[in-house]
């Protein structure tokens, strides 16, 4: 008897937790609002510091995958012409994804995240604009059943946020 409950007791906690699984890039992507100014100019994204997600742990947001959203986003922002994924490009961008914190469980998860931004002009090596970039996002219980779910649910929309941040600030410099 003793044996079915501790099994039970097993396979009900598998069944609560999941298996985490990565932050999806379409999800991360900001929602398609225009850019305050429309560049001609390209640029090319490079992402540092994010983690690539065990099944075992919570859901992390890996570096390609951030910089599918990031690229994606400023597509569809219209920020600049193009963002493609290797040079020739007028621009690099540069994320450093210094901070991803989020409980191991509860029944609310709240995830913060904090991302440092560069944008440099590639033909003059000078930096056009920097800035840190904090977001969070609090996902209730009743939005997922299992915990790994809320976890990247609170990840993608802090990323999101993020980004829709970064671009509001890097349209508004008016570059060619």
């Excluded at 690539?52 to 742990?57: Q, R």
């Excluded at 290797?86 to 609310?108: H, N, Q």
């Amino acid at each position: 008897m003793m044996k079915h409950c501790v099994l039970g007791l097993a396979l009900a906690c598998g069944l609560v937790a999941g298996c985490a699984t990565p932050s999806q890039p379409e999800a991360m992507a900001a929602v398609a609002a225009p850019a305050a100014h429309k560049s001609k100019a390209s640029v090319v994204v490079e992402v540092s510091g994010g983690r690539a997600t065990s099944s075992t742990y919570t859901p992390q947001i890996a570096n390609e995958d951030f910089a599918t959203a990031l690229r994606k986003s400023i597509e569809q922002s219209g920020a600049f012409a193009r963002a493609p994924t290797a040079p020739p490009a007028e621009y690099r961008l540069i994320a450093y994804i210094g901070r991803l914190d989020s409980p191991l469980m509860g029944a609310t998860v709240r995830v913060e995240l904090e991302i440092d931004y560069q944008l440099i002009e590639l033909a003059t090596n000078r930096k056009a604009w920097a800035k840190h970039i904090a977001t969070n996002y609090t996902v209730p219980f009743d939005k997922a059943y299992a915990f790994v779910d809320r976890a990247r649910l609170g990840n993608e929309i802090a990323a999101r946020i993020n980004i829709e941040q970064m671009l509001a600030e890097v349209s508004a410099l008016k570059l060619p």
